[in-house]
């Protein structure tokens, strides 16, 4: 049995806290952990200080990588980051607010930035199970 979009959507959205990576401009792996809201598109939304390493990587190079995992699952997600306006902002930064109401607080920093990945690739692993249940998602099959 394959993990389906909506079943990785629900454990992504399960997990506050994901380790997010990027590349400094040295080339360099660089990780922290964030935390983050997902949307059903698979869409994950994160805030960070304009003054912060992953910021400043991801000015430079809009890839990123998240991890997450629960027992003996895990998803790997990578894909592209961009900075949202207007009214995708509003609706991200509301579901944001729903999970993290401190975010309220952040928002008033003049170096808040608010940040959106969408998915190029992602894989659902589930070693629980003999043989391990392995899922990828990339290009059509990502909403």
Known sequence: MTVDVAGIYAFIRDH??????????SQMA????????????????????????????????????????????????????????GGSLSRLKALYFARFPDGRDRERLPEIAYLRARPTWIRHSDFSTDPPIITE???ADLP
């Open 16 to 25: 506050i806290y994901v380790v997010q990576a990027s590349v400094s401009p």
């Open 30 to 85: 660089q990780a922290a952990v964030v935390g983050i809201v997902v949307t059903e598109n698979l869409e994950i939304f994160f805030d960070t200080l304009s003054t912060s390493r992953k910021y400043g990587n991801l000015r430079q190079d809009p890839r990123i990588a998240f991890v997450m995992w629960q027992g003996e699952q895990a998803v790997q997600y990578e894909g592209v980051v961009d900075e949202p306006t």
């Open 137 to 139: 998602l990339a290009g």
